[in-house]
């Protein structure tokens, strides 16, 4: 480890000549593996007060994560859980309330290859076992591909959650169509009711509109603000400052061509319709995201970090800079693999679920 670091602490000074600071900074940090490499296609993850990490395997299970190696598999029983393509069980969310009510919220695919939609269900977690799973919202219309299922899921200050859904990949049209809830942020109260002051009439649960895939989503409570990235076709990722009822241009406007390298719109931008704050272009494939606010590694205060499944690094957006830019973090400690979730632990550390079978979660912390 040691030579490892000094190697690669020569490696970035030789790269970067006159080396930026923030860079050399970073190299001070370590990776550890906190789970047994056994975790099966998981998807999120969040830390209970316990301290133990929760995290959600598409098949269907929770796991409980405590003190390596202590690992509590829940087998949870999701009504018509599609589990195919990008679908599953996604997301895993605590209330506000989870101290007193051990209140979980979960996004998962429900349906077949023919039918499927996005789902959000409520769950009581207590001691280690689930109870009262019952789903409060299901996203319309159903679709008949398994992919672009969005499922993030964020919570607002009033306590009210957005959740993303994604454009099912051959309804894109769908995304720019108010009164469907394909391609869309959705703000729903924890009932799965609608509230009252979302912005359209005409479409009681939807929030933004003229998305694509969108998976990393975050609320600054401080600043006010709400951030989401969303996959593009080949290019054309873009991280957006989310504002009710504005339409983000999915797929009218994008930077993205298809895959076949055809255009998909002759816009990369439309009157009416937001542009990215930043966009990617080759892609990254961002999978999550986290507003960095914390003391353990000052050069990434009020950054964002995003974790990517095709760039398979960690990229810290400094969304402060004019222009915005972005820069992989972390790349000589941690090895490439597909990223997959991100959290900041209560003790400051920045922890990493990694993608795909046999998968792990990282501890980053700066060197001791
Ligand atoms: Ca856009």
Not at 18 to 28: G, T
Not at 360 to 368: E, G, N, Q
């Amino acid at each position: 480890m040691g030579i490892c670091r000094i190697v690669g602490f020569m490696l970035l000074w030789s790269l970067f000549g006159v080396a930026d600071a923030k860079q050399v900074d970073e190299i001070h940090f370590q990776a550890k593996r906190i789970a047994p490499a056994r975790l099966q296609s998981p998807w999120a993850l969040v830390q209970l007060p316990d301290e133990r990490w929760l995290i959600t395997e598409r098949e269907g299970n929770l796991v409980l994560l405590g003190e390596h190696p202590r690992v509590t598999r829940i087998p949870l029983d999701l009504p018509a859980l599609y589990y195919a393509g990008q679908g599953g069980l996604l997301d895993v969310a605590l209330t506000q309330d989870f101290p007193l009510s051990g209140r979980i919220l979960l996004t998962f695919s429900q349906g077949t290859g023919d039918k499927n939609h996005l789902a959000v269900a409520t769950a009581v977690l207590e001691n280690d076992q689930v109870h009262d799973l019952k789903v409060i919202f299901s996203v319309t219309p159903d679709k008949d591909t398994p992919v672009h299922f969005g499922g993030r899921l964020a919570v607002m200050n009033d306590g009210t959650w957005l959740v993303t859904t994604g454009d099912g990949f051959d309804f894109r049209e769908q995304a720019q169509k108010r009164t469907s809830q394909l391609g869309k942020i959705l703000r729903i109260r924890e009932d799965g009711q609608a509230p009252k002051d979302n912005p359209f009439a005409d479409a009681p649960f939807v929030f933004s509109y003229g998305h694509r895939n969108p998976q990393g989503l975050v609320i600054d409570e401080q600043h006010n603000k709400i951030y989401a990235h969303e996959h593009g076709p080949d290019g054309g990722d873009e991280i957006n400052l989310i504002q009710p009822a504005s339409n983000y241009g999915w797929p009218v406007a994008t930077q993205g061509l298809d895959y076949s390298g055809a255009r998909i719109s002759p816009f990369t931008s439309y009157e009416g319709m937001v542009e990215p704050l930043f966009n990617w272009s080759p892609s990254v494939a961002p999978s999550s995201m986290i507003l960095y606010q914390g003391s353990l590694f000052p050069t990434l205060d009020g950054q964002l970090l995003v974790t990517t499944l095709k760039a398979q690094t960690l990229i810290a957006v400094d969304i402060g800079a004019k222009p915005v830019h972005s820069r992989e973090i972390f790349a000589t400690i941690m090895q490439k693999a597909r990223l997959r979730d991100i959290a900041v632990g209560n003790d400051g550390a920045i922890y990493i679920l990694t993608d795909g079978e046999n998968a792990t979660v990282f501890r980053i912390a700066p060197l001791k």
